[in-house]
């Protein structure tokens, strides 16, 4: 008698390496959306195909969905993902990690109009875009906008709080 195991890998950080957050922001017909695109580099203890798979379970731990539809974590306040945006810097935090970016004036200014920045938290690796390198945009636009990289991906509407002073 044979059997399969349905279990599932637990989440190892030493596998998601490092995590890189971007901001960039997008013309809508109400004005400037800001975007958030989250993604390993793959370079975690196991390589490129471990990386994704710790990305894949922490999502799916923290109940995003990868592929799946759209969260809004303002109407899910169970959601154990936030972002705090002050002094110029956007921080996105989960359980066991957090990743920061310095976003450029527009996004703020978005986020600041809108209260909110939509977050694609992508599984799939980016190993060329190594935080502190500038990124060609039309290798940006071409890794943000490709199917393999959305439909790897949790997609998330995340309110942007702010420290109270």
């Not at 997008?26 to 370079?43: I, K, N, T, W």
């Not at 989960?94 to 004036?105: E, F, H, R, S, V």
């Amino acid at each position: 008698m044979t059997s399969t195991s349905s279990e599932t890998r637990p989440f190892n950080a030493a596998d998601l390496g490092t995590l890189v957050v971007m901001a960039w922001s997008g013309e809508a017909p109400d004005g400037d959306m800001p975007y958030l695109l989250a993604y390993p580099l793959g370079d975690g203890a196991g390589g490129a195909e471990a990386s994704s798979a710790a990305v894949e379970q922490l999502l799916k731990d923290n109940g995003l969905p990868v592929g799946g539809e759209l969260i809004d974590a303002a109407a899910k306040s169970s959601l154990p993902v936030s972002m705090l945006v002050e002094a110029g810097t956007a921080v996105v935090t989960l359980p066991g990690c957090n990743a920061q970016c310095t976003p450029p004036p527009e996004w703020l200014a978005a986020v600041g109009k809108r209260g909110f920045a939509y977050l694609v938290f992508t599984s799939r690796p980016w190993p060329e875009a190594e935080p502190g390198k500038p990124v060609d945009p039309e290798a940006f636009a071409a890794f943000a906008g490709a199917d393999e990289t959305l439909n790897a991906a949790a997609h998330i509407v995340l309110p942007a709080r702010r420290l109270r002073g």
